[in-house]
């Protein structure tokens, strides 16, 4: 039985494999063995905590198997991107450069250090034992995160944001890293990637050229990076593109990975939620329907399972008993429910975004 929940000072050793595993190395989720147990004690006081408004609280959540008894994936949100320090990004934009008296005009591609997704909630952090990529226990774990921020709204930005690793070679190395970044610090990416995860990306902004960076002044390998999604996150990328997320026109400062964007009541774990008063069932009489994300009502012992979609006649939900266990509810109370299955993912550009 799969279940997502909060992280808990035991899931630690869990947690520096899945860091040490990641596909690539993820600055949010470093092998840092300090840096993840500050992760545990930051997501406990985030949950434990009485929050009015989004700030600095990171929620970190885990995927185990009960049967196994073993901590499969983590996933996180930062109630606020940009709580401590500035979450910086490129921007890219469109400068025209024009001569009436040589009658040229030219419209230039560039990329400008902007701040303005600091308000935003992120989905970070996330990495998955190899052996369940690809299947249910992937989309749970990613989308479950929605399942709670659903329930404690006032805990998040309307706006809620997800930035995937960029493009890398067969090397490790990144294309944009070595066009611009390295010129100013003079250390391979892969150096940079590790004194970022045990620091943060501040510090590159804080180096990094405060003019716009033209991009036919790039290399054709940094242009062709800039919004690129490294190949391990395509399904990724394009399963939250299915959940009402959208391409935005910010990239990371580090390796010009994608940032998408998205009001959290656009997306379908929203749109399609839906509250349940729990009927308890022996699991040989429900009836098949199709899977679904049942999530029960507590913060701190939030849970949140895949089980069938079996509603009865009067619209209660009908669970086994071990499930009802797992989520820890009695009959006849509620839970929030969200169908599995999402549509055909839309690659489009953010509304707004010109």
Known sequence: MLVIRPVKPADLPALERLATHATPRLTNLPAHRDR?????????????????????????????????????????????????????????????????????????????????????????????????????????????????????????????????????????????????????????????????????????????PQFPLYLPLLTPQARAAIGREHPAHEQALEEMLAEGFARSRHVDIFDAGPIVKAERERLETFRRAAWHPVRIRPEHSLPDAEPAMIANQKREGFCCIVARYALSPTGQLMLSPAHAEILGVEEGRAVLVAPVALPAAVDALEEGEM
């Open 36 to 208: 993840l147990e500050e992760r545990i004690a930051r997501s406990q006081r985030a949950f434990g905590g009485e929050v009015d408004f989004p700030g600095d609280e990171h929620y970190t959540f885990v995927l185990e198997d009960r049967q196994r008894d073993e901590v499969l994936g983590t996933a996180t949100i930062r109630a606020q991107a940009g709580a401590q320090e500035a979450y910086y990004t490129y921007r890219q934009e469109t400068l025209i450069h024009a001569s009436q008296q040589l009658n040229v005009r030219r419209e230039v591609q560039t990329l400008a250090l902007s701040h303005e997704a600091s308000e935003a909630s992120l989905l970070c952090a996330f990495s998955l034992d190899a052996r369940y990529q690809g299947t249910t226990a992937e989309s749970l774990l990613r989308r479950a995160r929605l399942m709670f921020i659903a329930q404690y709204p006032e805990r998040f930005s309307r706006i809620l944001a997800v930035a995937f690793p960029g493009y890398l070679t067969a090397e490790g190395e990144s294309p944009f890293w070595e066009s611009v970044g390295s010129h100013f610090f003079a250390r391979s990416f892969q150096e940079m990637n590790h004194i970022a995860g045990v620091r943060s990306k501040s510090f590159i902004a804080e180096v990094m």
